[in-house]
């Protein structure tokens, strides 16, 4: 009985393997012939039949849920059915997470994803792919922005028939979103990676601007935050190793290409210096290798589709040959940084700018014309693709610091922001609740001369500019205040959204912009009694009143300024603590003092 059974289950074993063969496992897109792309419903039934018919390698999940009630699916494709982040982390395989359709409208990603899971699985065309390797995809990041499909939503766009939208329901764009988290789906996504923390990751676009010869561009982060070893690991993969093999699977890449000029694509190519906003700089903060795709916009639908397929492919082949460096290198990368928040005092760049300097790069063009129109004004620029032609332009690769701070044991967040607190939870950041009242010596930062953006950016006007100064003080923290140490691996994180000068801080989003508001203010008869009697008191406040009534000539025909002037110097100001940016630093002693 016990071998008629057995042998029961391996023929049913068999029969289900020969149907899942005899199966049509032709994509959508493939059956279209890449004229149009599949809907979110057909994309997750394809995938659903993926993992019915391969459930010990295809395993479909969601890990969030849309504004308009779409899942957020994620597949996990694995050769010893690890389907979980518990499961992948034990088993000591390297983890890839890859994005597709952030942008909705830049979806190759996604058809790549149904095409090269099938061979995986079904297929079994690369057997030994997933021996080392655990891959994790998003199919579609912004499922709501691709439900809103239309011919016309990317202009730039040479097919699919009909594409996604770039924005959420909301009207987000999520490659912006990383930081301030305001999307539900970004929210989503930061405990997907805070739960598979993959080793590396692959976000794959669109381009838009110039026409050249390449099929896919490339960008990896090389900037401040980004731990010296990982960089090196990027380095060595991709540029060394991955690009060369993706191009001789057919294809022609180069770096990104961001035009300085997007008249004359000789004057060259600059780094866009995404920061932490963007999903590349966002995954540098946390230690791990991030990788930009770029297929071109101009390139035929196929082409773009089959290019992400193969870097995909050749950047799991690089894995399976040797995938215990790029382990090493992150994990050197969190130990660093921990050990550095145990010393205290390192300086970290928070902001960055283009270089000045350039290397000569070699750009494979097309020849082009440059011709003043009469509609815009302007220069209008057309490509010849049918005359190739090669360029030698300035590449302004490197990226310089412009604010660098001085990194202190720890950050201490006051019980009456919680704001602050739920959007360190969001990213994961540690830190500990104090259940009683501290006094502590600590440093602060003064923000004065606010300057907002004019128009709205993502749904909030950022902070453009403000003047800060630093100083030491004595201060009372009620019970719920929350300390964030520094000797952890999300430190880089926590100084990005805490510290006010960081490109993308949460200050700079507008999460604190009430702390610029004068709540009180006075009648203009006392103001004009409190003027006479500082006046009296204070001889170089008169020298300093006419002075600026002599070189201000808006401040001398405004009575509110000229009133504001006195008032903004009195004791009465300084109660409101206008401009006091209530997270505060704090040093090793005070950090002590704090937790113990």
Known sequence: MKIAAKSFAILAALCMFSSANAANWTTPAERAQFKTTPSYADTHEYLQRLADAAPDTIHLSRFGVSPEGRDLMLVVASSGGESTPQAARASGKTILLVQSGIHAGEIEGKDAALMLLRDLSIQHKYPHLLDHTILVWLPIFNVDGHEHASPYNRINQNGPAEMGFR????????????????????????????????????????????????????????????????????????????????????????????????RDITKGIGNFGSGPRFSTGYVALRNRAALLVETHMLKPYAVRVKATYDFVLATLERLTRDDAALRKAVAQADADTIARGKIGGTPLAVAFDTSKESVPFTLKGYAFSQTSSDISGDTWVRYDPRKPKTYVVPFYRDLVPTQTVTLPAAYLVPASWPQIVE?????????????????????????????????????????????????????????????????????????????????????RWGFLDAIFEQKESPDARVAEKLARDMLAKDPSLKAEFEAKLASDAVFAQSPEARLAFFYERSPWYATQRIGQYPVVRLGADALRAATH
């Open 423 to 507: 959007k360190l939870r969001e990213h994961g950041v540690a830190f500990t609740q104090i259940g009683h009242l501290l006094h502590l010596d600590v440093e602060r930062y003064r923000l004065a001369s606010p300057q907002w953006k004019p128009a709205p950016f993502e749904g909030r006007h950022l902070l453009a500019d403000v003047t800060q100064s630093r100083e030491n003080a004595s201060m009372d923290f009620a019970a719920g205040a929350v300390v964030v140490p520094l000797d952890q691996p999300l430190a880089n994180v926590a100084a990005n959204l805490l510290e006010p000068q960081a490109s993308d801080s949460l200050l």
């Open 167 to 262: 924005a959420t329901a909301q009207n987000l764009n999520l490659n912006r979103d990383y930081m301030k988290a305001d999307a539900p789906e970004m929210r989503d996504w930061l405990a997907l990676f805070d739960a598979w923390q993959p080793d590396l990751f692959i976000d794959v676009h669109t381009t838009d601007g110039a026409d050249y010869q390449y099929d896919l561009t490339w960008y990896t982060e090389q900037w401040g935050p980004l731990h010296a070893a990982v960089q090196t690991w990027q380095t060595n993969a991709f540029e060394r190793d991955i690009v060369p093999a993706f191009e001789k699977k057919g294809h022609l890449a180069a770096p990104y290409l961001d035009l300085i000029d997007h």
